[in-house]
């Protein structure tokens, strides 16, 4: 069974950072793109970024670039999300999502069940 996990997620100071993680189970790494999206209370989900571990190779929203960071742990199955200089803009719930193929196949199977950051002091 695929499974995501999403942990990580918690109250922080804005300038301050956090680091998500998605715990994925079920399937290898490397022959998927995982991707990071969000959504804050009463707007859409926006996509943050995706890696295609296998090639190495990492994508970003303009929104994200600069501030965050997405790598990956293949021998712990686990894709992180490192969110520096953040910003109250950056509170919402943070999902990530296994892509169907790698990072250029801009559709999902599975989901994980979020995780809650905020940003405020």
């Known amino acids: 069974q695929v499974q995501l996990v999403e942990s990580g997620g918690g109250l922080v100071q804005p300038g301050g950072s956090l680091r998500l993680s998605c715990a994925a189970s079920?399937?290898?790494?490397?022959?998927?793109?995982i991707s990071w999206f969000r959504q804050a209370p009463g707007k859409a989900r926006e996509g943050v970024g995706c890696?295609?571990?296998?090639?190495?190779?990492?994508y970003y929203a303009d929104s994200a670039k600069g501030r965050f960071t997405i790598s990956s742990d293949n021998a712990k199955n686990t894709v992180y999300l490192q969110m520096n200089s953040l910003k109250p803009e950056d509170t919402a719930v943070y999902y990530c999502?296994?892509?169907?193929?790698?990072?250029?196949?801009?559709?999902?199977?599975?989901w994980g069940q979020g995780t809650q950051v905020t940003v405020s002091e």
């Open positions: 999502a296994r892509n169907r193929g790698l990072c250029n196949v801009q559709s999902y199977s599975n």
């Open positions: 079920g399937f290898t790494l490397a022959n998927y793109g």
């Open positions: 890696i295609s571990s296998s090639y190495g190779v990492t």
